[in-house]
């Protein structure tokens, strides 16, 4: 097991990275808190693969344990379903040394978080992710949310869990198109961060995609470092945090013009981040290689790497929807070289235009 610290003063906590872990929750959990009840909020098949061993290891603690399950689907992450678990947890006469636990993947982990966040105005909860997505991501930093039927993720709070255990075994029961999506904030990791994991990632791309563990504990545990360092660095996003959005900007666009149907969040970001490494090359930021590497490095992966036939004005309009659009002005990561990025804070639409009408 591998142990990584999320330094954020009196909100820091342990990121928890290995095989076999799921069974430890218990003894993990019981190290930083001590809980009067624990909460399994989780989807009823994840219930099904894995309650079973950490209720047990919860009742080896000594501790209650209640189980709410949400249906899956991304439908799961509003304010009514939210409203059912504050009814549960009420019911169950949650206090605020009640400690909620997410299993699951980016639903759980932000609807759930969301709820520790606001019930009895903020108990603790403890993220158990089930995905590469969010091993890589939603779990660690404290972003959590419910979608407004205007857009997601419109309603939150920058809440931190009290731990994360990424067991990596659940990953190997994961649909081969949602593993690929995690890959793609792995390879974002790479371009804004760190050169050696995008070569890394070049390298090895055929022993990850066969879910080799050498490889998956390197790559999950280099981006949980690099995560942890950017939010050490700006824990509520006012700038520096916006590295991670590295392909989101047209990604979140692409995600909401196809109505969320088409392609699943990593796919759109595979796509956002072509494309803004191809606008970097057009700015002169980086040379030709760079848009070339990520292209090819996405395709070996299985991800799309090509826009999708949305109109560009529609494009345009959609980014100045998105939450990190201040002002009126579009902010844009661009890519200087593998590993170095900008931030762009006033990002002209001509150039946007320019880059959408040219052959992506
Ligand atoms: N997923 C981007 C962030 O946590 O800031």
New binding site residues.
Partial sequence: MQRLKIDLGERSYDILLGPELLAKVGESLSQTLQPSRIVLITHPFLCQLYGDKLSSGFKDQGWATDVIEVPEGETSKTLKQAEKIYDRLLELKCDRKSVLVALGGGVIGDLVGFVAATYQRGIPFVQVPTTLLSQV??S????TAVNHPRGKNMIGAFYQPRLVIADLDTLQSLPKNEFRAGLA?VIKYGVIYDADLFDYLEKNVEKILKLDKECLAHIIKTSCAI?AD??EKDER?SHY??I??FG?TLGHAIEALTHYSQFIHGEAVAIGMVCAAKLSHQLGKCSEEVPIRIKELVKKCGLPADLPDLDSQSIIESLYHDKKTMNNKIKFILVKEIGKIEIVDDMPEADIFKLLQSEI
Wanted: net charge neutral.
């Fill in positions: 991501d939603s660690v930093g404290g972003k904030e995560k950017v939010v996003e945090r916006m991670l959005n989101h």
